[in-house]
């Protein structure tokens, strides 16, 4: 898969934003996207991962603790198109964010090896 993600920019604390992920195949469906992020100084961390259209109840959504609640991730087929809504957002949200492909969420989603990932778009939330 080749993906790209966009919809970064910046936003002041409270602020809401949109990423993307978007794949150039149609087959985007059929894996689970994981987004990550890397703030300035730290190490990539997991933020989300939405399953494949075709897990049929044996694989889940998750969360990092630090945006459960605040972020929501889902898909459009249609567009072949992973989406993060980035609500509520705080200073500690800025970093470099990415979509990754992998062929399930899992229980070790953060962990896990991905397949295949965009070239990351930037987030700053500041006032």
């Known amino acids: 898969l080749q993906l790209a993600e966009s919809g970064g920019g910046l936003v002041q604390p409270g602020g809401s934003l949109r990423l993307s992920c978007n794949a150039f195949?149609?087959?985007?469906?059929?894996?689970?996207v994981g987004w990550f992020r890397r703030a300035p100084g730290k190490e990539r961390e997991g933020v989300s991962c939405?399953?494949?259209?075709?897990?049929?109840?044996?694989?889940?959504?998750a969360y990092a603790g630090s945006v459960k609640g605040r972020f929501t991730v889902s898909r459009d087929n249609a567009w072949n198109t992973v989406y993060l809504q980035m609500n509520s957002l705080k200073p500690e949200d800025t970093g470099v964010y990415y979509c990754a492909s992998a062929p399930y969420c899992g229980t070790n989603w953060a962990g896990r090896l991905y397949d295949s990932w965009g070239q990351g778009t930037q987030v700053t939330v500041s006032s």
């Open positions: 195949e149609p087959t985007l469906r059929y894996y689970a």
């Open positions: 939405v399953r494949s259209s075709d897990a049929n109840g044996l694989d889940n959504d």
